[in-house]
């Protein structure tokens, strides 16, 4: 991976902890994995030149070396703190600091450690960086409108997956309780809509997961159209109706494709 950042933070600890610093060692230019490899679905039959397309599918994760050094020595105490780094229990958060990686970061598992000497004296490690996708990501937003809501709301769904984008969509009813209606006029007029809402009711979509919770613990569903609300690629221009509500986010993050 081409980064030309030297610093890092990882699983929350920052690289200059252990006076690390991400390098390249031997050469100036390299020739890398990239995002992006996919399955092609399709099926060929008898006697037409043209398959039958069916879509895409991701096939594989993007994984890369990486080596972490050190100006000075690492101590063996320290150097078994470094290789905790390695071989976690899940994907962890990665940020590289530099200026054209400040909006995302990647979610990740570094394997395969191999102590860096000259001579008998440690000053880096080497392994390989395993991502849990194809992709980056951007740090989550929210978008928060409050009473009285806009009747139109233009959301630009930059995502680099080319697919559905869900975001969590959280409300809270007025005294009054009613109704909240949102149309995707770009997305062939889909509507997210809850009827019969209680007074000061606060409702918590996960449109991702397909999780609908409310504050008062009773059950929901039955309110609901069950239309998850989902961003196409581009511009969404979303049609909102709720005059019962007192406020309304939208909270999104954006994938992000990297070169390896």
């Known amino acids: 991976m081409a980064f030309y950042a030297k610093s890092f933070n990882y699983d929350g600890i920052d690289s200059d902890t252990y006076d690390l610093r991400i390098a390249n060692i031997g050469e100036t230019t390299s020739s890398n994995q990239g995002s992006g490899d996919v399955e092609i679905l399709e099926t060929y039959i008898y006697r037409r030149i ?115 984008l869900y975001p969590s969509v959280n409300f809270t009813m007025k005294t009054t309780g009613g109704n909240l209606s949102i149309t995707n006029t770009s997305d062939s007029d889909r509507a997210f809509t809850f009827t019969g809402l209680s007074s000061s009711e606060i409702v918590t979509v996960n449109n991702d997961l397909g999780i609908v919770s409310s504050s008062t613990g009773s059950p929901i569903l039955s309110k609901f159209n069950k239309n998850f609300l989902r961003l196409i690629p581009g511009t969404n221009v979303l049609s909102v109706s709720g005059t019962s509500v007192q406020s309304l986010s939208l909270t999104y993050q954006f994938l992000k494709r990297i070169g390896g």
């Open 50 to 164: 043209k398959p039958y397309f069916y879509g895409i599918t991701y096939t594989s994760k993007l994984e890369f070396p990486v080596t972490f050094l050190s100006e000075n020595e690492i101590t063996a105490p320290m150097l078994s703190f470094i290789l905790t780094f390695f071989g976690k229990s899940s994907y962890k958060r990665l940020a590289i600091i530099q200026d054209d990686m400040d909006d995302v970061y990647l979610m990740c598992i570094f394997k395969s450690p191999v102590i860096k000497r000259i001579g008998n004296v440690a000053y880096g490690v080497s392994g390989t960086c395993v991502l849990d996708s194809q992709f980056s990501y951007t740090y989550s937003k929210t978008l928060t409108y409050d009473s009285p809501l806009p009747t139109s709301i233009t959301f630009q769904n930059n995502s680099h997956d080319g697919g559905y």
